[in-house]
Structure formats: structure tokens, C-alpha cells
């Protein structure tokens, strides 16, 4: 086989024989025993009779067989697309133009089926015709429709190729989020062990970490509150972390205090990406800062109008099912708006997030913020209400550690925020929910709102 742009990682892998690669439960796969679980998907494969270049879906539980399998088909020029769990998957497999899907079961067993895709993606042949392995990650379509970002292996891992120290990470995003892949390709391509919990409740989680001696845990601020609130980390020692990185949604200040205050020995680095971007070089204004700056090893910013725009080497190729979102120079709209300090800029959320009232504008994540430090109030979710008078007023979903009247926790909450927000981001509608506030990848979900003419036709 003629040599591949990625037979670099590959051949470091080779270089770990007798490391542990992967620890699951009582399962401790090395480097060796990894690579040769490879070389049987490879042999698979062949068998299968795939052509070059096909797309095949990766389904079922079994993270530590999705690895090796992944490694082998983007090794190997095939593509691989990772499925989200649920029950969209089929719609996910024609979004790829996938020819086949690999269904991995809770033990040893494992399926193949063919698939008959339509015609392929211009992007998908472009990548077919340079003998390249690649990945389709999806989007959760929370906001719409799903898209399928096709990204060039090759290119996605290359800033891997700098050796660094070798660490004991959590996986913690699944292999259907690039932010699990990035955290797989990262610790694999160094030597390092990929660490795999059952579950991701809080105490699950330093469960692993107690018994697996974890080192790094990548998380989402949502989760690292939920650990904070659950009192999980006093429970299991863990002694062993030196490194707690967040990203994917803006980091509330009071969250970030407690958690240097509950981990004073641990490091904290946020981290950026984006589906579409891949994980980005960053670097903190300080260890305990919201500020970064974004950059760096073939990466690009520049603000437009106080949004974050990037141009990435490892951005995608494009997305299959949608129309490209670069514009003629290859910068990318995150959508992200920012302040600036410099060369460090602060998140302040999503532009589609942006909550107009009577013409007055704010950010979500800045009244979350402040009711996240009332005592009894455990999370907060803050969106836009329609109003037929100021086109918009705020509006907050709370969930409480122990119950509190409707009345009573509305009057405190307006009170609470008059102290310390102006008059027209205090929040008008208040709800107290049960339940979780984020998805499956633990990020914050908010309420989808009806527009104006919605609005008026529900209430006609």
C-alpha cells in the first residue's frame, strides 16, 4: 500500500507497544493489543469489499471497539461518520452518503450491512480522487436540520504531530462530538491512556478518575457545575487530575471560583472549537480567566462587528448537505460575539442567542451568571421571550436544590438581579423546571421561541 499523509500517527502508535492505551472497567488494552485490533478491522474490511474512499457509519455503545475501528478505516482512506445515539441514524447515514454501517454490540459481536447512497457529495469525490481517509461529524441539530461537516484526515490531525507529554485522560465527549475525537487523537497520538467511564453523572465520573488515576478531564462548564453542586468530588480522591479543561459555552464566573476553590492543586485552560473548525490553539489571559486568546499553528482570527471570525487549517472541507459556510478567503463566521482586550477576547455568546428588549440588547450567559450566585438555585437557562410591546423581555428557567414557592422565588430573583443588572435584563417570566438543562453532550439547551408572526397566529 502506497504511503498515506497519516501513516505518521499510525507508526507512533506502534512505538508504545507495552503502554495501557485504553482502560474500560477492568479492560486494559495496550498499544499492541490496540494496533493488532486494527490490522483485523483492516482485514475486515477488505472482506466487506468496500470500495475506496466509501463512508461508513460506526454505530452501537462499544467505545473501545468505535476507536479501533475509526483508526482503521481513516488509516486506511476509508471515511468514517461516527452516528449520534437516537433514532435518526438512518437519517444521519444518507446526510453522509454512507455505503455501509458497522453496528457494534455491548460485547465481542458486532454487524455489517450495505447501504445504497445516492450520488456522493462533490467534497466526498474531491476526496475520494486523493486517496485520503476523512471523518463526518454531525451537528445536533438543536437549532434545524443536522449537517454532516466532512473534514480531511490528514489535515485534522496534523497538529497532533508535535510530541508532547503523554497524560491519563477522561474521555468525556463521545466519539459523535469532534471535541471526543480531539481528546482521543490528542492522548493516542502522545503515547497517553484513554480513559472510558460507563457513565458521566458526577459521581460516575470521579469514580473513573479514583480508580484509573485520571490526569485530565476536558468537560463542559454545565457539567463541572453539576459536579460542583453534587458534592461528587468530596466523595472519591482525586488526587490524581492536574488538568480540568471547558469549552463548548461560556464559563459562568461563579463556577470558575468555586472550582479553583474546590480543585486548588488543578490547572484550568479553556479550550475553543467548533464543528466545523475542529479544537483550536488557545491560550488563557490568566489560569482563572475567561479571557483567551485563539490562534496560533496554522490558525487565524480576526473580529468583524464584535463576532469572532476564524481561518483554520484544520477547518473542514465543507459540509455535505448545506452550502459552504467560508466565505471567498476561507474565514469562517463562528457566530460568537466577543469583547476585546488586545490579543485575548471574552465570549459572550452565540449572536443568535442575543436577547432585544425595546431595542436594549444582552447576552444570555450574563444573566445566568448572576442568578447561578442565588443561594437554592442549583442551574439557570436565560432566552428571549416574545413580546408583543418590546419585541422581546427575559425570560429564566430555573432548577432549585430544595422546592421554594412560585411567588417567593420570582420576587427574589427580581430583586437579586435589580441589584446587579440594569432594569431591562432582569427577567420578566420566571419558571421552575425539574430536570436536566442541557443535552446529550451535556451543553445548555434553550427554549425554542415562537416568532412575532408565530406568535400572533397562536394567538388568534
Not at 204 to 211: F, G, L, P
Request: one cysteine or more.
Amino acid at each position: 500500500m502506497a504511503s498515506r499523509a497519516s501513516d505518521w500517527l499510525s507508526e507512533r502508535m506502534a512505538g508504545f507497544p507495552d503502554r495501557p492505551a485504553i482502560l474500560c472497567g477492568d479492560d486494559e488494552i495496550g498499544y499492541g493489543r490496540l494496533n493488532a485490533r486494527i490490522a483485523e478491522w483492516v482485514k475486515i474490511l477488505d472482506e466487506l469489499d468496500l470500495r475506496p474512499g466509501a463512508v461508513v457509519g460506526i454505530g452501537g455503545t462499544r467505545i473501545t471497539e468505535a476507536a479501533s475501528l475509526f483508526l482503521a478505516l481513516t488509516f486506511n482512506g476509508y471515511v468514517a461518520a461516527p452516528l449520534p445515539a437516537g433514532q435518526q441514524q438512518h437519517r444521519y447515514l444518507e446526510l453522509a452518503s454512507a455505503e455501509a454501517l458497522i453496528e457494534l454490540g455491548v460485547s465481542n459481536e458486532w454487524s455489517s450491512s450495505r447501504l445504497t447512497p445516492g450520488e456522493p457529495a462533490p467534497l466526498l469525490r474531491r476526496l475520494r480522487e486523493r486517496g485520503i481517509g476523512g471523518l463526518v461529524v454531525f451537528s445536533s441539530g438543536t437549532t434545524g436540520q443536522s449537517k454532516a461537516a466532512l473534514f480531511d484526515f490528514a489535515t485534522l490531525i496534523e497538529r497532533y504531530r508535535e510530541k508532547r507529554s503523554a497524560a491519563r485522560t477522561l474521555l468525556f465527549l463521545r466519539l459523535d462530538h469532534l471535541g471526543g475525537i480531539h481528546t482521543m487523537l490528542h492522548t493516542l497520538a502522545h503515547g497517553g491512556t484513554l480513559v472510558i467511564g460507563d457513565d458521566r453523572q458526577p459521581d460516575a465520573v470521579c469514580r473513573t478518575i479514583e480508580r484509573h488515576q485520571v490526569e485530565l478531564l476536558p468537560a463542559t462548564p454545565t457539567f463541572l457545575r453539576m459536579l460542583l453542586l453534587s458534592g461528587a468530588y468530596r466523595r472519591h480522591d482525586l488526587s490524581s487530575l492536574q488538568l480540568i479543561t471547558y469549552g463548548t459555552e461560556p464559563m459562568p464566573d461563579a463556577t470558575l471560583r468555586a472550582l479553583a476553590a474546590a480543585f486548588p492543586e488543578v490547572r484550568f485552560k479553556q479550550t475553543y472549537g467548533l464543528s466545523e473548525l475542529g479544537v483550536l490553539p488557545t491560550r488563557s489571559k490568566s489560569e482563572h480567566s475567561q479571557w483567551l486568546q485563539v490562534g496560533g499553528l496554522g490558525c487565524q482570527t480576526r473580529i468583524v462587528d464584535n463576532v469572532l471570525w476564524i481561518r483554520s487549517e484544520t477547518a473542514m472541507m465543507g459540509y455535505l448537505n448545506a452550502p459552504s459556510p467560508f466565505d471567498e478567503d476561507g474565514w469562517f463566521n463562528t457566530d460568537d460575539a466577543v469583547e476585546v482586550d488586545g490579543p485575548y477576547v471574552r465570549i459572550l455568546g452565540r449572536t443568535s442567542d442575543l436577547i432585544n428588549v425595546g431595542g436594549q440588547k444582552l447576552y444570555p450567559a450574563e444573566v445566568e451568571a448572576v442568578l447561578l450566585e442565588m443561594d437554592n438555585v442549583r442551574e439557570a437557562t436565560v432566552w428571549g421571550h416574545f413580546s408583543p410591546v418590546t419585541g422581546q423581555v427575559v425570560a429564566a428557567r430555573l432548577s432549585l436544590a430544595q422546592p421554594e414557592d412560585q411567588d417567593a422565588i420570582e420576587r427574589r430573583v427580581r430583586q437579586f438581579c435589580r441589584d446587579r443588572l440594569a432594569d431591562y435584563k432582569v427577567p420578566l417570566y420566571v419558571e421552575i423546571v425539574g430536570g436536566d438543562h442541557h443535552g446529550e453532550r451535556f451543553k445548555k439547551v434553550r427554549p425554542a421561541e415562537p416568532s412575532e408572526a408565530q406568535w400572533r397566529a397562536r394567538s388568534s
